[in-house]
């Protein structure tokens, strides 16, 4: 009996459940508003599936990895543990501040949601630490990673097909909708498995376009199927496009452009060299097939310009007037709320330059310190002052959220942070092994992604962010110590 369940628990059995817990959490990623969650996590939006696969793995795989004796911190853990002891820090000094509630909301349960949040983005980092070291090698989490946008980006384009055609059921698709989420079908943008369209630009750009931009330029497939990546790529880019996300948009073409930038040169050299090859020899006959090529891009281009023409919240972005001010330009593509939120925001932090006010507590403040002219201008804004309104605002700015929540230094660990994530990233490029380069590469993507991205969102508690960092951790601290030529042979084979 003692035989039976010793062999029942062995270490290679709990290694197989903690890897297909693992491999689940990445898979349902996607799934951000998961409708049947516990009354005690409260009302929110941020509700996802793999909190409950988090639950179960992380527990297991410490101590597996303790087990191994291979818990170790990545070196940008140094910063990031920095500025958990100061926000924690002033956040128990700014409880002395005794603001007046808020709508019922006083402000210890407002700190202790916003470290609850935390404390969950936290754990999707040691999570995905741990689960890329588990693995072994980067592909198989990839794999399943890859396997969660695949399924995005087919419902997506369900979603797309019941919405602008009469071939899907509307109905029918918003019924399946909310048997896992919280939110129904929008009727002109798609959101996937995302509460909004915004979220699921943000899981494009953020998760998988790093790692898949990363795979194409540095020919580094995660299975031998070469089509998958360039394939989910042009899916993820597609998704993008119908969820008309401003912010995804502008955050996605700018780390691709800066990622290429930095990481693609060699990569351009190879297109460029193999489309003028044809052109440089007389009776080539190849270059129909480049020209070609060059056609159906420019067509792709064109459609997608087309597309984005049809919806006024994309168009207003380049609809300038010289006589408007900077201001007044940013309220009429509907970023009022945003500049009003980060006005307020500045206003909180220069009460308490040197503590802020408390993780989670800037919404008992920023309602004293929006500008006049929102309750004119911005009308989102103006019905948060009404009396029966039950919203609690936020500051919509990561940056601007710390400065006023954690006060200027702060805001300092967080930007340390994330400069050491930078050096890491840095390092890995520099090594002459090709795994460190590709992770490098889409370290790069990332970076740029995740610093833009939190100049419109204020969130501590996505897992996209977090689960990525955990993958770049989790593979710089395997890469560190193993010969690299027999890991990229081991996750080939």
């Known amino acids: ?12 059995r709990l290694e197989g459940l903690a890897r297909g817990l693992w491999r689940l959490l990445l898979l349902s990623l996607p799934i951000t508003s998961f409708r049947y969650f516990p009354a005690v996590m409260g009302a929110t939006q941020h509700q996802p599936l793999a909190l409950y696969f988090l639950a179960l793995f992380l527990p297991l795989s410490l101590w597996l990895v303790w087990r191994r004796g291979g818990l170790r911190l990545p070196r940008p853990a140094v910063p990031l543990l920095a500025f958990v002891l100061f926000a924690l820090a002033a956040s128990l000094i700014a409880v002395l501040y005794m603001p007046l509630p808020l709508r019922g909301a006083e402000v210890e349960g407002r700190i202790l949601r916003g470290w609850v949040s935390f404390g969950l983005g936290l754990a999707f980092l040691a999570g995905a630490t741990l689960g890329s070291q588990l693995e072994g090698d980067l592909r198989p989490s990839l794999r399943w990673l890859y396997a969660g946008l695949a399924a995005t980006i087919l419902w997506g384009l369900v979603q797309a097909a019941a919405i602008h055609t009469p071939f899907v059921s509307h109905d029918w698709v918003d019924e399946i909708q909310l048997s896992f989420s919280l939110r129904r079908l929008l009727d002109r943008r798609i959101s996937g498995f995302a509460y909004e369209p915004s979220w699921l630009a943000d899981q494009i750009v953020l998760l998988y376009l790093p790692w898949l931009a990363a795979a194409v330029l540095r020919r580094e497939p995660a299975t031998r199927f070469r089509w998958l990546e360039p394939g989910l790529l042009a899916g993820g880019v597609v998704l993008v496009l119908l969820s008309y996300s401003r912010s995804g948009l502008l955050t996605g073409l700018a780390a691709i452009a800066g990622g290429l930038l930095l990481t693609g040169g060699p990569a351009l050299r190879r297109v460029a060299g193999w489309f003028s090859q044809p052109f440089q020899r007389p009776g080539a006959s190849e270059r129909g097939l480049r020209l070609g090529v060059l056609m159906l891009l420019v067509a792709a281009l064109g459609v997608s310009v087309f597309w984005l023409a049809q919806n006024r919240y994309i168009t207003r972005l380049v609809q300038f007037n010289t006589e408007l001010s900077l201001n007044q330009y940013l309220i009429n593509i509907g970023g009022g709320p945003r500049v009003a939120a980060a006005i307020a925001a500045f206003g909180t932090f220069d009460e308490h330059p040197l503590t802020g006010v408390g993780l989670g ?11 006049d002219w929102v309750m004119t201008n911005v009308q989102e804004v103006a019905r948060l002052f009404a009396p029966d309104s039950p919203v609690i605002p936020n500051p919509k700015n990561l940056y601007t959220r710390l400065l006023a929540e954690t006060g200027l230094p702060g805001l300092w660990l967080w930007l340390a942070f994330m400069l ?4 890491q990233v840095r390092a890995l490029l520099r090594r002459p092994e090709s795994a460190a380069r590709f992770v490098g590469t889409a370290g790069i993507f990332f970076w740029l992604a995740l610093m833009l991205r939190n100049i419109t969102q204020d969130s501590l508690t996505f897992p996209i962010m977090w689960v990525n960092l955990g993958l770049l951790f989790g593979a710089a601290l395997r890469l560190e110590n193993e010969p690299l030529e027999k890991t990229i042979n081991e996750g080939r084979g």
């Open 420 to 423: 050491a994530v930078l050096s």
């Open 361 to 371: 507590a800037s919404g008992l403040y920023l309602m004293n310190h929006y500008p």
């Open 1 to 12: 009996m003692v035989g039976a369940l010793s062999k029942l628990i062995s270490t290679a």
